[in-house]
């Protein structure tokens, strides 16, 4: 076997090379590889040694693909420990991603070159850890600015090689051939004074003023994590580096890192990350290369076609915005403007950027101006007679090759394809309001899309930097299909007695984002009530809503009406109890002879979350979606998920498919029987003692 850590003497100095491709992962045998070609440069006598990766990438942390296995020795704090104790100095090269274990790394060397380009952080709180290789020790130390460090630390969030030299992380930037300035600052070091260098010999001291910097940002930090623990234990273990001497910290910060390490939220994350990379992957059977898109066109410049199109403006596509007059254009052109221009005062955007944007768009009322797109976007309003006809006169415009996608939330795609002649170029490409911020799209394959028609779909999301995940066509795909029983339980839960703002309370405090009464209002509360007229529901269908359709009879139509489930102040932006409400859902209860009783915050997440996983496994079961991972995907860059507790799926695995088949099937042996329809998958999998995470192990 070829060896992933390599030396290449140049002169007196020894290059070691670590080539652990696609990202230099520190795996067992990196960790062995560096200590032994380390050991040997010392051994040899080199002047000094420099670390650097292959790939033009230093190395992006540790392999978490080790994570949950025994653990193998060295383990990488004891590795930093010896490369800092080494007697040669030691220089790392940080070029691309340096990150977690990787930064960590470049702690215990002596002297830091980075790139220009390279990117630099501690991101192990993403994964629900914190930095266990001693970067919550020896970053304070080396910055001395707590406030920088702690924000590394608890935030995860990168920074640039200009931040890195300015708050002394690293020595030297260049830009250009890093390797080279290091051999440069090699050659003319001696290493007379190593020790000064070593990071953990640095003494920090607390003081009173210090005191109060962490007890401000400690609440900051809390706040910012909503729910996650990892920010706020990592931040403890940071501030801990300037109460207690360096091997007690990093003491502290090994245990802090295991009691991370098995708990529910990091598992929950560790699943996410590989759930988020397995998701924009085509399915096996679909086979070819994407077609080349130059010039997008998108029908419709309400709040999504407008969201899309400066999704592609962004991105630095050409677009053609259609609609059906003229004044229309010049509304939602000038939203699209008024939306870049935001981002002036914040410094996100300058005037000529918002004016190079801009200048990406054209309009036009006719569809004779997309016939050169290379893929169009149908945002046009929701309902089938329109889509169809906006089908049929792409098919009669745009040129052949050209991929025609429709952004419906709900209807059927096939129907929608079938309207055209080339049902092969015809698929569905559904984004999350708003479009040009929501990361998640979901590609619809329909019966006849071609697989390079799905492969350059996907490869959009790329270019556009949205996370994909594939469905198949049925009434509201992946998601809007599974907010249908979530909402119908929440709704229910009013009728038997909790508020919308208790239920939208023991939700948040769960993790969502937004609870579902927030969100109803959010969106109008005349959608739903228009949708369900549309559908034509059962009577107990209807019943669930009388509520929420009085409000809209009413006039309470949510946000934009300055009422709905809750009153909105336009003043302070806040929302309080709109006593019109509670006046119409007490009257309701009482027209439908409902006893009311107290309910509990359990029973609340119990029924909506359970009911949200429930029609996640007869999504799966149907083949609408692939993999359980791309239902929590869904639910996390869609719907304002907890990503810390996984997706709905991943978190009736955690609860136990046994416990929540037992209570589905309770609840489907009651009153409310009607409004459950227990899942054979979820049921099977919970007799047969599985999870949904096996279900994917076996089936994808
Ligand atoms: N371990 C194992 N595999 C990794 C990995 C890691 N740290 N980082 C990335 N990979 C894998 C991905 O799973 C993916 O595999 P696949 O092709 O089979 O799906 C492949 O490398 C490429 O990854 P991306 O698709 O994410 O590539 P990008 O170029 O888009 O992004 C990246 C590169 C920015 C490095 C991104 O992969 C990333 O953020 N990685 C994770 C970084 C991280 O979290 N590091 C900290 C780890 S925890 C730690 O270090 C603990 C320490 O403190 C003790």
Redesign the pocket.
Known sequence: MTKSVTTEMHGEIAVIRIDNP??N??SHHVREGMLRELGAAQENNAKAAILVGRGGTFI??????EFGKPPKEPM?PEVIHQIEAITIPVIAVIEG?T????L?VTLGCHYRVADAKAKLGL??V??G?L???S?TQRLPRLLQNPVEALTMISSGRPINAAKAEAIGLVDKVVDGNALEAALEMANGLNNDNLDARRISKIELTMTPELEAVFDGAMVEIAQKAKGSIAPVKAAECARAAYNIPFDEGMKLERQS?LELMVGDQSQALQYM??AE?QSPKPPKDVTGAPRDVKKVGIIGAGTMGGGIAMTYAEAGFPVTILEMTNEALDRGLGTIEKNWARGIKSGRITEAGVAERMSRLSRTTSYDDLADCDLVIEAAFETMEVKRNVFRKLDATVKQGAILASNTSYLNVDEIAAETNRPADVLGMHYFSPANIMPLLEIVRAEKTADDVLLTALAMAKKTRKTPTISRVGHGFIGNRMLTPYLRQANLLVLEGASPAQIDKALTDFGWAMGPFAVSDLAGLDIGYKSRQDQELSEDETRIYTAADRLVEAGHLGQKSGSGFYAYDPEIRGRSENSAATEIIEQVRSELGINTRAISDEEIVERTQFALANEGAHVLAEGVATRASDVDVVYNYGYGYPRWRGGPMHYVDTVGLKHVAAKIAEWSDSAQSVHWNPSDLLMTLADEGKSFRQWDAENS
Request: charged share 15%; no cysteine; aromatic share 10%.
């Open positions: 696609p990202v992962a520190l992006a942390g540790a392999d978490i693909k990488l991603n990150l977690g274990g990787g960590e991101p192990e993403a994964l850890l930095p266990g290789a970067g890192f990350f590989f990379r």
